[in-house]
Every structure is written in C-alpha cells, then in structure tokens.
C-alpha cells in the first residue's frame, strides 16, 4: 500500500527534473503543458529542448515558460528533418547536460505528446519511496480509436515506457544514461536488471495517462514506426525466436497483422544486412538468457525470477567507475 500524500516527507526526497525533446509538437503541446502544470508535485525544474521546430510550437512554449516559474526552453537549430532514435537522446541531453545531477532525486525523460493525470508523478515517487530497488517506472500509455475508445497500448510490465521514462537519479547515473541508438528504452531497462535494480510498469487508473500519439506510428505511418521497431530490437540483441513471438503477439493489435509483419520485416532485413549489434556481449548473453526463459515461462515468472536473481549484486549508491553504465554482473 502506498503513501496518500506527501505532506509529511521533506521536500528534497521528491525534487525530480523533466528533460523534453520535442520538434513540431503545437498540436499537443498545450494539453501535455497543462497536464504538467496540475501536477501535485511540481517539477523542480522542467527543460524542454526544441530540436528545430518550425510550427507553432516555439511560440508556445514561449507562451508558458513566462507562467511556470520551472520551465526552460532550450532552442536548437533546425537540421531540416527529425532524426529518429538517437536524434531524440541527442536532444535530451542537450537538456541534461546543463544541469547537476545531484540536484535531483529523480530524472525523467518526458515527451510532449501526453496527458497525464493529477498525481501521476507524486504517485511514482510514492512507489519508489516504499520499494528503494524501483530504478525506473512509469504508468501506461492509452490512446482514443477512432470511436473515442480508450486502447491499450500494451506494454509489458518489465519496463518504464519510454514517453515518459521516470527514474532515481542514483540509478540512471549507474547504468551510464541512455544509449544513443534505437531501442534506447529498451536497452536502459535491461541494464537496471542487470545491476539488479527493478524496472517497472503498473495498470493503474491512478497512473495511466493517454498517449497523443500512439507508440509505433513514427512521424509517417504505423508501417515506418513498426518496421523501426524491428531494426531496433536486432540493434539491442534479441534473438530470432523472441523476435518471431514478439511480432506474433503484436499481429494481435493494431494495426492488427501489419504491424507485427512490419517489426518482423525490420528485424529480418537487419539481420540479412549484417547491421550493426549493440556491442556489449554480457548484455547480449544476459539479454538472450532473460528472453528464453520470458518463452519458456512467461515474462512474469521470467522478470520476477531475474530481479530475485540480480538482487545480489544490487547497490543502490555504486556509481559506475567507468561511467558507462557496464557491470561485471551476471545473470
């Protein structure tokens, strides 16, 4: 059971900052603003990193940075096209890098294309106040069909989602951040399992929100942001038959059978191409171990099974020595 509010706790234990890359985003970017600034708990600060924009969305952000005493607005030039995968995490820390981490309790990669309810960041720092192993969570995303009803986006419940990627600073600092490829949030959740810190989304109506623009649909169509998908997935290392059953499930929502054909396309065609893999072998071996043992006994089992493991060579205050998030740790 989880804390009702936060009135008796000191205010230094909930300082966490947002972090937004964001590019052409004035059709939502009001609704994401205002859902921040109805926050129980504020930020303590907020950075919004415009990677270019050329619509509306300077002038919005304009507009509310002269309201919100915690919000900063850090304005790139425009390249000419959105730069997917590592172009968002290069914006980020374009963020990031301006600020002491060890100002903050909390850290949260957060774009600007949600609406999040009243408590939703109160909420998680309630949660990782009761549980100190919880290095990231997150709630999970929804989006409106067609007919306005509300869809799962399905996310499973071994990761933070990456829209709004919350974490304890001590834990992001120790995995060495996000990488700067596709699969970014893929990769970042795994290694927290790796150090043995625990990675986390809940189904709660408490801390769902919705998702504006739904995971998957990239800035084209679902095909483009399904078949990247696929080539990231090869990137971080997952092997073939976690692949095929992956595409398979995602065959099941929609876009139903494309968009699981279109991740299977992107995987299939990366690895005929010999791409490039993600090159750090431990991960690879504790990555393909975790996922056979995901199909052999399913993700819940497997995730539980994993974190009892891993809770041995769990420290909460190490820091990486090499600052590049790598352990010597083992499944």
């Given at each position: 059971?989880?804390?009702?509010?936060?009135?008796?706790?000191?205010?230094?234990?909930?300082?966490?900052?947002?972090?937004?890359?964001?590019?052409?985003?004035?059709?939502?970017?009001?609704?994401?603003?205002?859902?921040?600034?109805?926050?129980?708990?504020?930020?303590?600060?907020?950075?919004?990193?415009?990677?270019?924009?050329?619509d509306?969305?300077?002038?919005?952000?304009?507009?509310?940075?002269?309201?919100?005493?915690?919000?900063?607005?850090?304005?790139?030039?425009?390249?000419?096209?959105?730069?997917?995968?590592?172009?968002?995490?290069?914006?980020f820390?374009?963020?990031?890098?301006?600020i002491?981490?060890?100002?903050?309790?909390?850290v949260?990669?957060f774009?600007l294309?949600?609406?999040?309810?009243?408590?939703?960041?109160?909420?998680?720092?309630?949660?990782?106040?009761?549980?100190?192993?919880?290095?990231?969570?997150?709630?999970k995303p929804?989006?409106?069909?067609?007919?306005?009803?509300?869809?799962?986006?399905?996310?499973?419940?071994?990761?933070?989602?990456g829209?709004?990627?919350?974490?304890?600073?001590?834990?992001?600092?120790?995995?060495?951040?996000?990488?700067?490829?596709?699969?970014?949030?893929?990769?970042?959740?795994?290694?927290?399992?790796?150090?043995?810190?625990?990675?986390?989304?809940?189904?709660?109506?408490?801390?769902?929100?919705?998702?504006?623009?739904?995971?998957?649909?990239?800035?084209?169509?679902?095909?483009?942001?399904?078949?990247?998908?696929?080539?990231?997935?090869?990137?971080?290392?997952?092997?073939?038959?976690?692949?095929?059953?992956?595409?398979?499930?995602?065959?099941?929502?929609?876009?139903?059978l494309?968009?699981?054909?279109?991740?299977?396309?992107?995987?299939?065609?990366?690895?005929?191409?010999?791409?490039?893999?993600?090159g750090?072998?431990?991960?690879?071996?504790?990555?393909?171990?975790?996922?056979?043992?995901c199909?052999?006994?399913?993700?819940?089992?497997?995730?539980?099974?994993c974190?009892?493991?891993?809770?041995?060579?769990?420290?909460?205050?190490?820091?990486?020595?090499?600052?590049?998030?790598?352990?010597?740790?083992?499944?």
């Amino acid at each position: 059971m989880f804390l009702a509010n936060s009135d008796n706790l000191p205010a230094a234990t909930r300082r966490y900052l947002l972090v937004t890359p964001c590019r052409d985003e004035a059709k939502f970017a009001r609704r994401t603003l205002d859902s921040v600034a109805r926050q129980t708990v504020p930020p303590a600060l907020w950075i919004i990193v415009d990677d270019g924009s050329t619509d509306e969305t300077p002038a919005i952000l304009a507009e509310y940075a002269a309201k919100l005493p915690y919000l900063k607005v850090i304005r790139r030039e425009n390249r000419g096209f959105r730069k997917l995968g590592g172009g968002v995490i290069d914006a980020f820390y374009c963020g990031y890098d301006t600020i002491n981490p060890q100002d903050f309790d909390y850290v949260c990669k957060f774009d600007l294309d949600l609406d999040l309810p009243r408590q939703y960041f109160q909420a998680l720092m309630e949660r990782m106040e009761a549980d100190p192993r919880i290095g990231t969570c997150s709630g999970k995303p929804y989006f409106k069909d067609g007919a306005g009803n509300q869809v799962s986006e399905m996310c499973g419940d071994e990761n933070s989602v990456g829209m709004v990627k919350f974490y304890r600073t001590s834990c992001f600092t120790q995995i060495g951040g996000f990488v700067r490829e596709l699969m970014w949030d893929g990769i970042d959740c795994h290694r927290c399992r790796m150090l043995g810190w625990i990675a986390v989304s809940w189904d709660d109506p408490q801390i769902n929100f919705e998702h504006l623009r739904p995971m998957g649909t990239s800035h084209k169509n679902w095909w483009t942001g399904r078949v990247r998908h696929g080539v990231g997935q090869y990137f971080m290392g997952t092997g073939p038959a976690y692949m095929l059953a992956s595409a398979l499930f995602r065959m099941t929502r929609p876009p139903v059978l494309v968009g699981g054909v279109a991740m299977l396309w992107g995987y299939i065609k990366s690895m005929l191409g010999g791409k490039e893999r993600y090159g750090d072998a431990a991960f690879r071996q504790f990555l393909r171990r975790y996922q056979w043992r995901c199909l052999a006994f399913g993700k819940a089992r497997a995730t539980r099974e994993c974190n009892d493991r891993q809770s041995t060579v769990w420290n909460g205050s190490q820091i990486s020595p090499r600052g590049d998030g790598r352990s010597a740790a083992t499944a």
